[in-house]
């Protein structure tokens, strides 16, 4: 899988806190109900917190009980790449911002009409932009 923007790993380690490092670059989860986005109701995008490439909005968003920021569908086909991931002894679908391929979570085929998945992505993963109007 080849990326459009990309940075080496001094770069990200300069770029990101430790955290979102942890999570973005080196596949980390983030405690359940401890992140900045499960219980977050405003209306906008939310963007990769790596790159700042849109990658979800809250009109996609539902409360999935899992205390992780949970969306039924991307922002569009192309924002949210999915990679089969084996670690942890399950078979899961990882998924990666599409245009910097860090890390955002994983895709569960548990999830509510109109698309029946469920995106279970790390707050620290993302960044929030308020709709203007
Ligand atoms: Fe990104």
């Given at each position: 899988m080849?990326f ?74 192309d924002a949210v790449a999915e990679k ?10 990882e998924a990666l911002c599409h245009h910097?391929g860090?890390?955002l ?29």
């Amino acid at each position: 899988m080849r990326f459009d923007k990309t940075r080496t790993d001094a770069e990200w380690r300069a770029e990101l806190s430790p955290e979102q490092y942890r999570i973005l670059r080196e596949h980390g989860t983030e405690r359940a109900f401890t992140g900045q986005y499960w219980d977050h109701h405003e209306q906008g995008e939310y963007l990769c917190a790596a790159c700042g490439e849109a990658l979800f909005s809250s009109a996609a968003k539902f409360d999935s009980g899992t205390g992780w920021p949970s969306f039924y569908r991307p922002l569009n086909t192309d924002a949210v790449a999915e990679k089969t991931d084996t670690s942890h002894g399950m078979v899961r679908a990882e998924a990666l911002c599409h245009h910097c391929g860090s890390h955002l979570g994983h895709v569960f085929p548990d999830g509510p009409a109109p698309t029946g998945l469920r995106y279970c992505i790390n707050s620290a993963s993302l960044t929030f932009q308020k709709k203007q109007d």
